[in-house]
């Protein structure tokens, strides 16, 4: 599918209505080259920070070095310890996820390194850990930051000796595995807090890199608004395939505290709230307040309604047969609401003449 992003022209709030609309994106300079193919599967961009990235890790992966990956969260750090085990010798081997985060510390040991029959109440079985899981393979540990400061001894005894033991058991397990660690701390500032040990933070770190918020990759921002809309209305069942510029421009310049993670979210909200081929999406006024989902829809309603009224008065504003009497509100009133909603009254009379007279589309798409 292929998805056109359509230029708008600078909004006019007039009440008179609109006569003409020109459809010729010649006039308007040539159109934007978005197309750009993955250059890894998964990873989505063509930025020179993420290829920068990218070639840290075709360097890297040909290696057995330990990796520590450095970045925000929802920045794609499993993705790029994925894409390092697929272009290293390993890649037939397991790549075997641990979030650390997400065990509770009586249970990490037994997750990592396995336990035996019997080494606590409840071990009714033997069970291997994600080590052993791992083995000629990849261990991919997430948010290593947060990894019970008495078990790092035991990692870092791990990564130098190539040995283990499973909870329970005094025999020492060989292990042949590649590990990528990553976090969103500051490992350096935890050090000094005593809450990370010093020796194995200098045995992750042989080959940091560090992965850039979105924020900082803007121009890779239309690939991805692309890629989400593509897959969430395909798993909808939707046809979207226009998206404003406007809108790119906007999510463009948001700041992203979530980075790719949320800009996902927003685009699969967009996608269930959008009943056109067109793809509607709501941010909130200012940059530093956060997106709230239930104001979201409640805007999303709102514009829509807006939009469906000036099409039925083909742009006009006021007057007794104007979009402010059917909606009830005063001409200012609405004309605030429209900018607020980056609604041009042009919209209208361009949707009008597209229905009407079949115009032809402006020629701006993701190739």
């Given at each position: 599918?292929?998805?056109?992003?359509?230029?708008?022209?600078?909004?006019?709030?007039?009440?008179?209505?609109?006569t003409?609309?020109?459809?010729?994106?010649?006039?308007?300079?040539?159109?934007?080259?978005?197309?750009?193919?993955?250059?890894?599967?998964?990873?989505?961009?063509?930025?020179?920070?993420?290829?920068?990235?990218?070639?840290?890790?075709?360097?890297?992966?040909?290696?057995?070095?330990?990796?520590?990956?450095l970045?925000?969260?929802?920045?794609?750090?499993?993705?790029?310890?994925?894409?390092?085990?697929?272009?290293?010798?390993?890649?037939?081997?397991?790549?075997?996820?641990?979030?650390?985060?997400?065990?509770?510390?009586?249970?990490?040991?037994?997750?990592?390194?396995?336990?035996?029959?019997?080494?606590?109440?409840?071990?009714?079985?033997?069970?291997?850990?994600?080590?052993?899981?791992?083995?000629?393979?990849?261990?991919?540990?997430?948010?290593?930051?947060?990894?019970?400061?008495?078990?790092?001894?035991?990692?870092?005894?791990?990564?130098?000796?190539?040995?283990?033991?499973?909870?329970?058991?005094?025999?020492?397990?060989?292990?042949?595995?590649?590990?990528?660690?990553?976090?969103?701390?500051?490992?350096?500032?935890?050090?000094?807090?005593?809450?990370?040990?010093?020796?194995?933070?200098?045995?992750?770190?042989?080959?940091?890199?560090r992965?850039?918020?979105?924020?900082?990759?803007?121009?890779?921002?239309?690939?991805?608004?692309?890629?989400?809309?593509?897959?969430?209305?395909?798993?909808?069942?939707?046809?979207?395939?226009?998206?404003?510029?406007s809108?790119i421009q906007?999510?463009?310049?948001?700041?992203?505290?979530?980075?790719?993670?949320?800009?996902?979210?927003?685009?699969?909200?967009?996608?269930?709230?959008?009943?056109?081929?067109?793809?509607?999406?709501?941010?909130?006024?200012?940059?530093?307040?956060?997106?709230d989902?239930?104001?979201?829809?409640?805007?999303?309603?709102?514009?829509?309604?807006?939009?469906?009224?000036?099409?039925?008065?083909?742009?006009?504003?006021?007057?007794?047969?104007?979009?402010?009497?059917?909606?009830?509100?005063?001409?200012?009133?609405?004309?605030?609401?429209?900018?607020?909603?980056?609604?041009?009254?042009?919209?209208?009379?361009?949707?009008?003449?597209?229905?009407?007279?079949?115009?032809?589309?402006?020629?701006?798409?993701?190739?």
């Amino acid at each position: 599918m292929t998805l056109s992003v359509v230029s708008e022209p600078q909004p006019s709030y007039d009440d008179e209505m609109i006569t003409s609309v020109d459809f010729d994106a010649g006039e308007r300079g040539s159109a934007p080259d978005f197309a750009a193919d993955p250059i890894f599967p998964g990873i989505i961009g063509r930025s020179e920070k993420l290829r920068h990235i990218l070639r840290l890790v075709e360097l890297v992966a040909a290696s057995d070095s330990t990796v520590l990956l450095l970045g925000e969260t929802g920045t794609g750090k499993e993705l790029i310890a994925r894409a390092i085990h697929e272009r290293s010798q390993r890649h037939r081997q397991a790549f075997v996820t641990l979030n650390c985060a997400a065990i509770p510390s009586s249970l990490f040991e037994s997750e990592l390194f396995g336990h035996e029959r019997g080494a606590f109440t409840g071990a009714n079985i033997q069970r291997a850990g994600r080590l052993e899981l791992a083995d000629r393979g990849t261990l991919f540990l997430d948010e290593v930051g947060e990894m019970p400061l008495e078990l790092q001894p035991k990692l870092l005894r791990t990564l130098q000796e190539h040995t283990y033991e499973r909870l329970g058991s005094s025999r020492s397990k060989n292990v042949d595995v590649r590990l990528v660690a990553a976090t969103n701390c500051d490992l350096e500032e935890m050090m000094e807090e005593k809450q990370f040990r010093q020796d194995l933070f200098y045995r992750l770190n042989v080959f940091p890199i560090r992965i850039p918020p979105l924020r900082e990759r803007p121009e890779d921002i239309p690939l991805l608004v692309e890629h989400f809309t593509q897959k969430y209305a395909r798993e909808m069942g939707k046809q979207i395939d226009t998206i404003p510029e406007s809108t790119i421009q906007k999510l463009q310049r948001w700041s992203w505290p979530g980075n790719v993670r949320e800009l996902e979210n927003l685009i699969e909200r967009s996608v269930i709230l959008t009943s056109n081929n067109v793809l509607a999406v709501a941010l909130p006024k200012k940059m530093t307040e956060a997106i709230d989902a239930a104001t979201i829809v409640s805007d999303f309603e709102e514009q829509q309604r807006i939009r469906q009224i000036l099409q039925e008065t083909k742009g006009r504003i006021s007057g007794p047969n104007g979009a402010a009497l059917r909606l009830g509100v005063k001409r200012s009133t609405l004309l605030d609401r429209m900018k607020k909603f980056g609604i041009n009254p042009r919209d209208a009379k361009i949707k009008y003449a597209v229905s009407d007279e079949a115009a032809p589309k402006a020629r701006y798409a993701f190739a």
